[in-house]
């Protein structure tokens, strides 16, 4: 069955930088717009950024922007989520979610909370001293 797959989560200090990866498994992930979210405890879940599959980034939201950016690696159908300068308030279980489309502007355009393809199972991320 097909899916997506997150890993890289950790206990990370505050400043600290962390490395989360979206892998696909059943198919690849060139033609694919990448979403990441995350949900902190007790919080609502949150769209944190998006990259087409033409390599188009868009952040959705604000108190990551300057600190968190995505990757492609085409050759290993692998997303990468960039974070640094972590806080405590990064604290989360973050989602890669996956949507078949080919429009350069597709994270611009639709809307985060539209519906994906695939979504991971998540991966937890701990900012603490």
């Known amino acids: 069955q097909s899916h997506v797959v997150e890993s890289g989560g950790g206990l990370v200090q505050p400043g600290g930088s962390l490395r989360l990866s979206c892998a696909a498994s059943g198919f690849t992930l060139d033609d694919y717009a990448i979403g990441w979210f995350r949900q902190a405890p007790g919080k609502g879940r949150e769209a944190v950024l998006c990259?087409?599959?033409?390599?188009?980034?868009?952040t959705y939201a604000d108190s990551v922007k300057g600190r968190f950016t995505l990757s492609r690696d085409i050759g290993k159908s692998t997303v990468y989520l960039l974070m640094n300068s972590l806080k405590p308030e990064d604290t989360a279980v973050y989602y890669c979610?996956?949507?078949?489309?080919?429009?350069?502007?597709?994270?611009?355009?639709?809307?985060?909370?539209?519906?994906?393809?695939?979504w991971g199972q998540g991966t937890q991320v701990t900012v603490s001293s």
């Open positions: 979610t996956a949507s078949r489309n080919l429009f350069p502007d597709f994270c611009t355009v639709a809307p985060p909370n539209r519906p994906w393809d695939y």
């Open positions: 990259i087409s599959s033409r390599g188009g980034i868009t």
